[in-house]
């Protein structure tokens, strides 16, 4: 399973999903984390600049953990197959727990 934590200065979660042009990719295994890797898209490949038709390169994750995010950005989410959930945690890894724990809830609109 993979999850992407937005992390635009690469230290904390970023606030603005849709602009947001680096995530940590964190691969979970029997509920717990195994590992991290950083992600880093051009502008192009922001969610806000890229088209939803095509493929991207986060395709193929389970969750989007972000400070903020838009109800587009949850639909298009939906349409990856993977859901968004906000934090209000400043560090990554605090996120990945609280997702890990269940604590976390959906984006707006809720769309899956």
């Keep these: ?3 992407a934590v937005t992390s635009q200065n690469r230290r904390t979660v970023t606030s603005h999903a849709g602009r947001c042009r680096r995530f940590w990719i964190y691969h979970v295994r029997d509920g717990a984390p ?10 192009e490949q922001s ?3 890229s088209s939803p038709g095509e493929a991207h390169p986060l395709d193929g994750i389970q969750a989007l953990i ?3 995010m838009g109800d587009g950005l949850v639909r298009r989410l939906a349409r990856m197959g993977a859901r968004g ?3 209000e945690a400043s ?9 890990l724990d269940g604590t976390l809830r959906e984006g ?3 769309a899956g």
């Design 66 to 68: 972000s400070q903020g």
């Design 34 to 43: 195994v590992g991290r890797e950083l992600l880093e898209l051009p502008r």
């Design 1 to 3: 399973m993979k999850i």
């Design 85 to 87: 959930y906000l934090t």
């Design 91 to 99: 560090d990554p890894d605090e996120a990945v727990r609280r997702w």
């Design 108 to 110: 707006p609109g809720h």
């Design 47 to 49: 969610f806000h600049e």
